[in-house]
């Protein structure tokens, strides 16, 4: 086992074999060398049907093509190691980043200053310090992988943050989320396992996982969990490599790209069933633990304890889209005692300590989806889209039969003015056309429902659905009132446009309710309530210092507010940190809750 600072790279990724001489500063402007972007749209229909087709294809190629089996022949069996004589050591941790410019760059700005004051509400400033390396926890790029949305959304930004190249630079490693593996981790690996510059961070990996050793008797681990699925044996060979220079009563920080713990407790009693094999099978047998799990995944900020100090902290607030925080259970177990795993660890109950944002502020965040036909106007025009289709098949369908163009548009004019509401719903399902129409919408609204039962997620797709249908009838009968005088030709001309523009707001309202509601009753869909408000605010990151004495302190840094509109620094000269300056405020953290001590070993265990 080797001792490596800059891990060896990848022969097969035109890596160098010796390290890159870092550009000298100011050498490029950093606000021109990427492009801006807005926050992903994800109820978007053109993103909605990309990323279906991507989710379909990645499991495909993550079952057949799975990379990380190809970088068990990198030969990189070192670790890198920060370890300090003194024994104090800073680190910094963000998640799901890579995503608008706004929320982005704010959380960037933050990360590239060598200090920072924060304090939590009504307490203590504390003084926390830049780490000597940054980790990303998992989708650094949204909405999915490729190149060029790396370089937008996550390097160019980073780098118009902290230009400066220094001589002692700090370290970044990241482990993969599930956007990065939609194109089988391809982008991921040219960006984070080439030795290549984030901005003012190297890289200093050479495959999707890796390990650090810290100081006083601390590792940090980061594993690639794939699709949350299992952990190829390369891998585990890695890590079990790895294990061999750990000692009876060090301490792992592991870092994942999915709250299995949480998971595990909502609907997937197996989530944690491949992290509790890894930890019992690879780092147990050392007389090791994990002290401290860190993961993003869910936008947000959760940290659940155990009585011994443990701590598992989600931590995914880089970037990407806020997720609602009202829902988290008080308690978790893991392993769940009703996992059927053949082997498990005996189960450890974490409570709930704290949250960000506060579940009565992301209860309240909630009712932003209101806004949704306004916000995402090409979603409402789909749904008024297939709200026009469907008034041309009811009338085709009730129209009375006639010869010619001209006098089918006066049928159908003539049939949708004189139908009433039973006729109209009769009408749906009298002709093939309306009926393949209907079951597209009735099947999209299932489909739509994200619900751990399938029996209640079945009925309320259908209710969700019917409601669809039941609105068109409403939305027909409005139009057809209104244009009620005039010549069928006319009057057809008229309800067509008038069903797609007012029945694609009210549908896109529809589903904002029908969102509002079901979160509210049972829980479900709350990831589809916050992805289409794309709330840029609520930002979180932590600064974790490790003390000579064997103490882990987490500090969760918080931003209630992310500027919108950004804009060249005045006097800005090459060299310098933060590129553009907000023009609409200021990026102000403070700390989400009081620092958090984790020392090395349990309390009564011998250290």
Request: include cysteine.
């Amino acid at each position: 086992m080797t001792t490596t600072a800059d891990p060896p790279q990848p022969d097969d990724a035109g890596a160098p074999e010796t390290d890159p001489p870092a550009p000298p500063a100011g050498a490029e402007d950093p606000a021109t060398s990427f492009t801006r972007q807005r926050a992903t749209r994800w109820l978007e229909p053109h993103l909605l049907l990309r990323m279906s087709l991507r989710a379909v294809v990645s499991a495909i190629l993550g079952e057949y093509n799975d990379k990380r089996e190809l970088m068990g022949e990198i030969e990189a069996d070192g670790f890198l190691d920060l370890s300090t004589p003194d024994g104090d050591l800073w680190i910094d941790y963000v998640a799901d980043l890579g995503d608008g410019f706004a929320a982005t760059y704010a959380v960037a700005t933050l990360l590239s200053r060598p200090e920072l004051e924060v304090a939590p509400q009504g307490g203590t400033t504390h003084s926390t310090r830049q780490g000597r390396l940054l980790v990303l926890g998992g989708d650094e790029c949204y909405p999915a992988a490729h190149v060029d949305e790396y370089e937008n959304r996550l390097v160019g930004p980073y780098r118009a943050a902290l230009p400066r190249k220094d001589p002692d630079a700090p370290c970044l490693q990241a482990v993969p989320g599930n956007h990065d593996w939609y194109d089988g981790l391809t982008a991921f690996m040219r960006t984070f396992c080439q030795g290549r510059w984030i901005g003012g961070w190297r890289s200093r990996q050479a495959r999707s996982y890796f390990a650090t050793k810290l100081s006083a008797g601390w590792w940090l681990w980061g594993v690639d969990i794939q699709f949350d699925t299992y952990l190829d044996e390369a891998q585990l060979s890695y890590f079990r490599r790895i294990a061999e220079e750990l000692r009876p009563g060090d301490a792992v920080l592991l870092c994942t790209g999915k709250p299995s713990w949480v998971a595990a407790t909502d609907d997937d009693v197996e989530a944690y069933a491949t992290l509790d094999f890894f930890e019992r099978e690879v780092i147990h047998p050392r007389h090791a633990r994990v002290r401290l799990a860190l993961t993003g995944d869910r936008h947000h900020y959760s940290r659940y304890g155990a009585s011994d100090g443990a701590q598992k902290i989600t931590a995914g607030g880089g970037g990407a889209f806020l997720s609602a925080t009202h829902h988290l259970p008080e308690t978790i177990h893991v392993p769940p005692p009703r996992s059927r795993a053949r082997s498990k660890s005996r189960s450890t109950t974490y409570q709930r300590c704290d949250v960000y944002p506060e579940a009565g502020d992301s209860r309240r965040l909630s009712r932003g989806i209101l806004r949704l036909p306004f916000a995402t106007p090409t979603f409402a025009a789909l749904l008024g889209g297939v709200y026009a289709l469907l008034t041309l098949a009811v009338g085709a369908a009730l129209r009375d039969p006639a010869h010619g163009l001209v006098e089918d548009v006066h049928a159908m004019a003539a049939a949708l003015r004189g139908a009433d509401v039973g006729r109209l719903a009769g009408g749906l399902a009298d002709s093939v056309a309306a009926f393949l129409l209907c079951a597209v919408v009735i099947g999209g609204a299932v489909a739509f429902t994200r619900d751990a039962s399938r029996r209640r997620g079945r009925i309320t797709g259908l209710v969700h659905g019917l409601l669809h249908l039941t609105l068109l009838i409403v939305v027909i009968r409005g139009a057809t009132w209104l244009t009620a005088g005039m010549p069928g030709t006319w009057s057809l001309a008229l309800v067509v446009p008038l069903v797609f523009a007012v029945g694609g707001i009210l549908a896109a309202e529809l589903v904002a309710l029908y969102l509002l509601v079901v979160d509210r009753l049972f829980g479900i869909n709350s990831n589809e309530l916050f992805a289409g408000q794309a709330i840029p605010d609520r930002r979180n990151f932590l600064r974790l210092r490790l003390q000579p004495d064997g103490t882990l302190t987490v500090y969760p840094i918080g931003v209630r507010r992310v500027p919108r509109d950004w804009d060249l620094r005045p006097g800005w000269v090459p060299g310098d940190r933060e590129r553009f300056a907000p023009v609409d405020g200021i990026v102000a953290p403070f700390l989400i809750e009081e620092p958090i001590p984790i020392p090395r070993t349990a309390p009564g265990t011998a250290a």
